[in-house]
C-alpha cells in the first residue's frame, strides 16, 4: 500500500512523489534524478497530473480502511448487549392496570366459568429481584345474575317448607383488595446480558385478599391463588395476561346464604371467583446505580 505522498517542486515543474513498496512498479516513472529532489530516497515522480496507477493505490487504501470500519461495526454492535446489560437500570417498582372479566361461583352459579362480568383495577408491584416480586391490587368485579334457568330448586322460604320457587336477582360488584407474592420461573428483564435475562416470562401467584360485596353488604377475607405471564415491551413497560382465582370465607357476597338450608364450613359451600385480566405498568423508582459498587 501507499506509505506516504511528497510534493517536490524542481524548477518550474512540480513532480508529485509517492512512497511504494519495493515490490511495485509503475510504467512510465523515472526515478528522480534532480539534485533538488535527491532527498526523496526510493521514491518515484510524476508530474502533478496523477497516473491512473497512483488512483488504483490510493483506491485500494480506502478499501482496505473501509473493511477495517466495517469490521469495528460489527464488534460493536456484538458487544452492545453485554454493554446495556452492565449499564441497564434497574427499578424497584411498577404502577399500572388491569382489564378483564371475572367470573363468580356462588349460589347462582357453578360453573367455573359461566357468569361472566367485567373487571377493571390498579396495582402496584413491588420487585426483588428478577425473578421475584410482590404486588398489590385492587380491583371492581361487576356482578349480574339471577335465578331464572337455575337447574337447583331454591325454595322460596328460608325454612326450606315452600313448594314455590325462590325469584331472585342480583346486581352489584365486588371490591377486592389482594397482596400477592409473584415467582418468576425465568429471571426477568430487557436485556438478556451475562444475567440470563428474558423478556416473556410465566409466573405463579400467592396472596391474600380482602373482598367486599355491595350486594350481599358482606366483608370477608379470601386467598387468592393464580398464574401469569409478563412481557418486557420496552425497558420501563410492561405487558402482562393472569388468570386467578379468590377462595372466600363468606357465603354472603351474592345476597343468598344457604338457601337450600345447609350450613358449610371453611371455604365449602362459599361464594368465590376468578379473574382474567390483561395488566400494563410502567417501571418506577430507580435503583441507585453507585450502590452496591465498590
Not at 528522480?32 to 510524476?46: P, S
Not at 377493571?120 to 413491588?126: D, W
Request: glycine share 10%; net charge positive.
Amino acid at each position: 500500500m501507499c506509505e506516504a505522498v511528497y510534493i517536490c517542486e524542481a524548477g518550474a515543474r512540480i513532480y508529485l512523489a509517492v512512497v511504494l513498496p519495493h515490490d511495485i512498479q509503475l510504467e512510465g516513472l523515472s526515478r528522480n534524478t534532480d539534485k533538488r529532489c535527491q532527498g526523496f530516497a526510493h521514491r518515484w515522480q510524476t508530474p502533478l497530473s496523477i497516473r491512473f496507477d497512483i488512483y488504483n493505490c490510493m483506491i485500494s487504501n480506502i478499501l482496505q480502511l473501509s473493511r477495517r470500519v466495517a469490521l469495528l461495526m460489527v464488534l460493536a454492535l456484538v458487544a452492545h448487549p453485554a454493554l446495556m446489560a452492565q449499564d441497564e437500570v434497574e427499578y424497584k417498582m411498577e404502577i399500572g392496570g388491569a382489564i378483564g372479566v371475572n367470573h363468580a361461583v356462588n349460589d347462582l352459579n357453578s360453573k367455573l366459568f359461566g357468569a361472566m362480568g367485567l373487571t377493571g383495577g390498579g396495582m402496584l408491584r413491588f420487585v426483588l429481584n428478577p425473578r421475584m416480586a410482590v404486588k398489590t391490587a385492587l380491583t371492581y368485579n361487576a356482578w349480574n345474575n339471577n335465578t331464572n334457568g337455575l337447574k337447583a330448586f331454591y325454595p322460596a322460604s328460608e325454612t326450606g317448607a315452600s313448594e314455590n320457587r325462590l325469584e331472585y336477582s342480583m346486581k352489584g360488584g365486588i371490591v377486592d383488595l389482594s397482596a400477592l407474592y409473584e415467582l418468576h420461573f425465568l429471571p426477568y428483564g430487557y436485556v438478556e446480558g451475562y444475567q440470563g435475562y428474558k423478556r416473556l416470562v410465566p409466573y405463579i401467584q400467592l396472596g391474600l385478599g380482602f373482598s367486599y360485596s355491595d350486594i350481599g353488604k358482606a366483608f370477608t377475607m379470601n386467598v387468592p391463588f393464580g398464574v401469569g405471564l409478563k412481557y418486557k415491551a420496552a425497558p420501563r413497560l410492561n405487558l402482562g395476561l393472569e388468570w386467578r382465582m379468590h377462595f372466600s370465607l363468606s357465603d354472603k357476597l351474592d345476597g343468598l346464604s344457604a338457601p337450600l338450608g345447609i350450613q358449610s364450613s371453611g371455604f365449602r359451600n362459599k361464594d368465590h371467583y376468578g379473574m382474567a385480566l390483561f395488566t400494563i405498568t410502567y417501571d418506577i423508582s430507580a435503583v441507585c446505580p453507585a450502590c452496591n459498587k465498590d
